[in-house]
């Protein structure tokens, strides 16, 4: 077992855990690369106006680890997003292709999973409240970045706003 596999083991689905994914989510995208194919395509199409929340898991071998829960109100457009380039109108979902691709660099053989469980759009937020309560994932621990990191994004999104206004401007 590598470092970075030993470090994430907090992080495995416990059996009561499995049991409870096998139960209440259904696969529907196995060993992604989070790149647009036919099998997201095929989600894409399938899932229009689904509600309900996803859950991203890892696996390694025959261990499965807990990366991220989240809730959308259309499966399709959720998956759309995730296979997209950065947009900076909404950067959080690019969190799983920065996590894809760092866990790539030092880890190879690890591959994601995408689970899904639909629900009604009323209870959607507090159904994935529960799961997150109950699966405790890694993604969706908050995360402290360095002031450092902090100070990129800042400028970064500053020089993307006064490109925009100077557009709009035509300075």
């Known amino acids: 077992m590598t470092k970075f596999i030993e470090k994430l083991k907090a992080f ?5 855990q ?3 994914l096998c139960s209440d989510f259904e696969l529907i995208l196995s060993d992604t690369n989070l790149i647009k194919c036919e099998r997201v395509s095929d989600i894409i199409a399938n899932y229009k106006k689904v509600s309900g929340i996803y859950f991203w898991v890892m696996r390694y071998g025959n261990q499965q680890f807990r990366i991220y829960i989240g809730k959308t109100n259309s499966m399709s457009y959720r998956m759309q997003n995730y296979v997209s380039e950065f947009q900076p109108h909404s950067p959080n979902d690019y969190k799983m292709r920065v996590f894809h691709s760092y866990i790539a660099k030092i880890e190879p053989k690890p591959s994601l999973d995408l689970y899904f469980s639909p629900r ?13 309560c109950f699966y405790s994932p890694f993604l969706n621990k908050r995360q402290k970045a360095t002031q450092e990191a902090r100070d990129a994004v800042r400028d970064a999104f500053s020089c993307y706003y006064q490109s925009g206004f100077e557009q709009l401007l035509k300075l």
Do not use: H, P, V
């Open 12 to 16: 495995e689905l416990s059996s009561q």
């Open 120 to 132: 009604e759009i009323l209870n959607i937020t507090q159904s994935e409240n529960d799961a997150i």
């Open 18 to 20: 499995e049991t409870a």
